[in-house]
């Protein structure tokens, strides 16, 4: 088979070196990455939901695009040329492998924001489906991507770019590749932007619950905080940051494939190569996928407490019991120092529960109650759908327990006038 030629491979043996070069660390670095997301998923039962099995496939699929694109940049660093005559199946094989990895990783993206659309905007029987069948969503990224590949080599062959093999025509990578590529970030700032309004409208009603309860529980003599407050706080903290990161996805994908695109287009229209250093800028953006999802679906506030924990662990302070055991079950006091908070799924950064149980000590001041009533708690009963509720359908009951007080709250949905409590209509 001859070897194809395309306007993004560089003739100079120099550049040709240069560009293999950069292309070699940065798929180093989406090694890194990749092996980031698989690590945290083994290590760490509490990073093992639904969704993080998800990201957990297409943290393997970028494991494997960058080697794939590791290996033919090293043979370029090393002199055996990709595009010479004796490497055309190398370059069949590094191209069919190139097509399938680069597209997979697209169905990857696509299948997390549909997940987790229909799950945080009360599709229930379109979550429930998707979550029961977790095998199809494995599969369907694989399927298509490896038809594709196939259908590729048997129609325009893969050849020599530049550090790696693909399609030579940018026509052709532009059609294929890029238009659906372009379509899928469309509609995941289309669903990510609806899940945002969703959680703006959750934030501003546990404002206005905060704002509610602002002053009916306090402690008599005491300038403490209050408990329901603390709480309800930090759910308005997580759903500010959630619906940050909705938009932050899909956001994060235009800016990546951006200049990628602009050169396809160019090359296309003008039939002229752009200049040596674009395309290696344009080459780079392709492999840092892999930095890319390790950044937004990998760095988040659960896994890297967990490692922090992990690497540098905390001995926490001995807590005294003031109350009798049978009288004071559900909470520990430390001289009102701290709130124990315990509760059935640990909810991550993007408010979606590991389904393992976890124990939070939150500071409250150094304030202690002049006369400690034992045996009297506060128990604090809410719904909650969008912070804690992806590792199964529907809502979970997450109890909030703490000393001194005697108060019981009834339980509330976050999010009146919906079938699912906690996310709205």
Same mark, same amino acid.
């Given at each position: 088979?001859?070897?194809?030629?395309?306007?993004?491979?560089?003739?100079?043996a120099?550049?040709?070196?240069?560009q293999?070069?950069v292309?070699?660390?940065?798929?180093?670095l989406?090694?890194?990455g990749?092996?980031?997301?698989?690590?945290?998923?083994l290590?760490f039962?509490?990073?093992?939901?639904?969704?993080?099995?998800?990201i957990?496939?297409?943290?393997?699929?970028?494991?494997?695009m960058?080697?794939?694109?590791?290996?033919?940049?090293?043979?370029?660093?090393?002199?055996?040329?990709?595009?010479?005559?004796?490497?055309?199946?190398?370059c069949?094989?590094?191209?069919?492998?190139?097509?399938?990895? =680069?597209?997979?990783?697209d169905y990857w993206v696509l299948?997390?924001?549909?997940?987790?659309?229909?799950?945080?905007?009360?599709?229930?029987?379109?979550s429930?489906?998707?979550?029961?069948?977790p &095998?199809?969503?494995?599969?369907?990224p694989?399927?298509?991507?490896t &038809?594709w590949?196939? &259908?590729?080599?048997g129609?325009?062959?893969y050849?020599?770019?530049?550090?790696?093999?693909?399609?030579?025509s940018?026509?052709v990578?532009l059609?294929?590749?890029f &238009?659906?590529?372009?379509?899928?970030?469309?509609?995941?700032?289309v669903m990510?932007?609806?899940?945002?309004?969703v959680?703006?409208r959750?934030?501003?009603?546990?404002v206005s619950?905060d704002?509610?309860?602002?002053?009916?529980?306090?402690?008599?003599? !005491?300038?403490?905080?209050n408990?329901?407050?603390?709480?309800?706080?930090?759910?308005?903290?997580?759903?500010?940051?959630?619906?940050?990161?909705?938009?932050?996805?899909?956001?994060?994908?235009?800016?990546?494939?951006?200049?990628p695109?602009?050169?396809?287009?160019?090359?296309?229209i003008?039939g002229?190569a752009?200049?040596?250093?674009?395309?290696?800028?344009?080459k780079?953006?392709?492999v840092?996928?892999? =930095?890319?999802?390790?950044?937004?679906?990998?760095a988040?506030?659960?896994?890297?407490?967990s490692?922090r924990?992990?690497?540098?662990?905390?001995r926490l302070?001995?807590?005294s019991?003031?109350?009798?055991?049978?009288?004071?079950?559900? !909470?520990?006091?430390? $001289?009102?120092?701290?709130?124990?908070?315990?509760?059935? /799924?640990?909810?991550?950064?993007?408010?979606? =529960?590991?389904?393992?149980?976890?124990t939070?000590?939150?500071?409250?001041g150094?304030?202690?109650?002049?006369?400690?009533?034992?045996?009297?708690e506060?128990?604090?009963?809410?719904? =909650?759908?969008?912070?804690?509720?992806?590792? $199964?359908?529907?809502?979970r009951?997450?109890?909030e327990?703490?000393?001194?007080?005697g108060?019981r709250?009834?339980?509330?949905?976050y999010?009146p006038?919906?079938s699912?409590? $906690?996310? /709205?209509?």
């Amino acid at each position: 088979m001859a070897a194809r030629t395309a306007l993004a491979a560089p003739t100079d043996a120099g550049i040709i070196r240069i560009q293999s070069l950069v292309i070699a660390v940065t798929s180093v670095l989406s090694l890194l990455g990749a092996a980031w997301i698989m690590a945290s998923f083994l290590a760490f039962p509490n990073l093992r939901s639904f969704r993080h099995y998800l990201i957990l496939g297409l943290a393997i699929s970028d494991c494997a695009m960058a080697l794939n694109f590791l290996v033919s940049s090293a043979k370029n660093v090393g002199g055996r040329w990709i595009g010479a005559p004796e490497q055309a199946g190398f370059c069949s094989f590094n191209g069919f492998m190139t097509q399938v990895f =680069v597209i997979q990783t697209d169905y990857w993206v696509l299948i997390i924001a549909v997940c987790t659309y229909f799950i945080l905007a009360d599709h229930k029987r379109s979550s429930a489906w998707v979550q029961e069948h977790p &095998v199809i969503l494995w599969a369907l990224p694989w399927l298509l991507s490896t &038809v594709w590949a196939a &259908v590729g080599l048997g129609t325009a062959g893969y050849g020599d770019i530049g550090a790696w093999c693909w399609f030579t025509s940018d026509q052709v990578r532009l059609l294929v590749n890029f &238009v659906p590529r372009w379509a899928i970030i469309v509609a995941m700032f289309v669903m990510y932007a609806r899940l945002y309004f969703v959680l703006f409208r959750a934030h501003r009603y546990m404002v206005s619950l905060d704002a509610e309860q602002s002053g009916s529980l306090s402690w008599s003599g !005491s300038r403490q905080p209050n408990t329901s407050q603390v709480s309800s706080r930090q759910h308005t903290h997580r759903l500010k940051r959630l619906a940050r990161r909705m938009l932050l996805y899909p956001l994060a994908y235009a800016i990546v494939w951006s200049l990628p695109t602009i050169i396809r287009i160019y090359q296309t229209i003008s039939g002229q190569a752009a200049p040596w250093q674009a395309q290696t800028l344009d080459k780079a953006c392709v492999v840092l996928q892999g =930095v890319v999802d390790a950044t937004i679906y990998g760095a988040t506030e659960s896994s890297l407490s967990s490692w922090r924990n992990l690497l540098f662990p905390r001995r926490l302070p001995a807590v005294s019991r003031s109350a009798p055991a049978d009288a004071h079950s559900g !909470s520990e006091m430390d $001289g009102g120092k701290s709130l124990r908070r315990r509760c059935r /799924g640990g909810a991550d950064e993007d408010g979606l =529960v590991s389904g393992t149980e976890s124990t939070d000590q939150l500071e409250l001041g150094a304030v202690t109650p002049k006369e400690p009533r034992a045996g009297i708690e506060i128990r604090k009963t809410v719904e =909650v759908t969008v912070l804690s509720g992806y590792s $199964g359908m529907g809502s979970r009951r997450q109890q909030e327990e703490v000393g001194h007080g005697g108060i019981r709250w009834p339980s509330k949905s976050y999010f009146p006038g919906s079938s699912n409590p $906690g996310l /709205g209509k």
